[in-house]
């Protein structure tokens, strides 16, 4: 591998992060500087989707490259130890490789106590050559971290000092340090849990967004109890990813500082997204826009960034961004990733036939207040169609270009059965083609 090749990749994502909720998409309540400018300087897919909406679904998928349905299929549900996984592939091609933050793979059940102290097992680490993390934390200013160091030495639970994303962001950094004066390239993950509930943060960021000042999407009804408790979440939930935004400003200037930003990809996501009282609902678990869509940005650190920038219509989804991550650094996907590779998005050279559609699942249902409690499969067009069936039964079907809040439902509307019967064997070749399961309706 060249050394024009060997670039090193950083991961910064949060939790319940949806789409819509960044400057660079139009959010009128939101100031990203840091996350539009890699947007404007970057590649900015504004059509990215997350596969699954929950958390331990996405992140199987994420780090494995492979469907919920064949890794993990639910909420709380264990990745497979025997999984391989994207630091395996990047060890494999000379890379050091570093995870910080929540985990949320390892099958810890709420009932059995507080998520933020169970222990996750080295071997069950996804193959990280350091891993200070979590299984899961609702509690962003009691933050606990366990794992292994540089040296694979054990490291046992200790209290970050501050929130969360704040003492996450320093560890990074301080990674940052370490490895610019080595010699092998590197690939580091910084998962944070903002901003999913509960939706606070640090005074000077919680400030600055009060509930009566938002500026509502127009598809949350005009429903006291419902705008009442979205403008009171949804307030601090601003706060968190201007927080956020200002931290990817830090590991921005910490890579400058270390002479690597020109060697260094920094790619941008979410695991899903969050309701937020669209449509009556809150959080996640239904293929509604707002839980569905996810920022994704690759960029970097400077006003010219290196190779092709742009926005981009192509569907990315959650089983994607470890091939694509790979391909950024021109290592092929191994054979166990059945996602597909956009780096040539962003490196010339690198460019695939790419799906036109994405296919979208709720495989096992967590049955929690706010989510939808039957399995659903659906498939979202690049030319702005979605279409979702519960087992059995038609559910949505929307054309997302002319109907963007998705309030008229085709998918019992006669008039458009030769648009359903067209989206349904698309979703039909979908769930062959990924092996799953599932009893599409009859609509002949």
Known sequence: MSNEKRKNIIWIFGDQHRAQMLGAAGDPNI??????????????????????????????????????????????????????????????????????????????????GRGALHHVPAERRGGFDIWLG?????????????????????????????????????????????????????FASLSVQPPHDPYIAPEEFMGRHTPGAVEMRENVPNIPRILDQARREISGAYAMVENLDWNVGRVKQALVEAGIADETHIVFFSDHGDMHGS????????????????????GGCRDKYDGKIGTVDAVINHVDIAPTTLGLCGIDKPEWMEGTDYSGRRIHGREVEEPDSAYIQSVVPTKHGDSTDRPWRGVITRDGWKYVCLEGQPWMMYDLKEDPLEQANMAFNVRYYNKRKELQEKLRQWIEKTGDKFALPDID
């Open 31 to 112: 100031h990203t500087p840091n996350l539009d400018h890699m947007a404007n300087t970057g590649v900015y897919f504004k059509q990215a989707v997350c596969g699954f909406p929950l958390c331990c679904p996405f992140r199987g998928s994420l780090i494995s490259g492979v469907y919920p349905h064949k890794c993990v299929p639910g909420h709380e549900y264990q990745m497979p130890p025997e999984q391989k996984t994207i630091a395996h592939a990047f060890r494999d091609n000379g890379y050091h490789t570093a995870y910080f933050g929540k985990w949320h793979l390892d099958g810890w059940h709420e009932r059995d």
């Open 134 to 186: 979590f299984e899961n934390n609702n509690s962003q200013w009691d933050s606990w971290l366990h794992g292994h160091d540089r040296e694979g030495k054990e490291v046992e639970h200790f209290r970050l000092p501050g929130y969360e994303t704040d003492c996450l962001t320093d560890i990074l950094i301080d990674y940052i340090n370490e490895q610019s004066g080595k010699d092998e390239p590197f």
């Open 279 to 298: 449509h009556g609902q809150f959080r996640k678990m239904t293929p509604y826009e707002e839980s569905i869509r996810i920022p994704f940005i690759i």
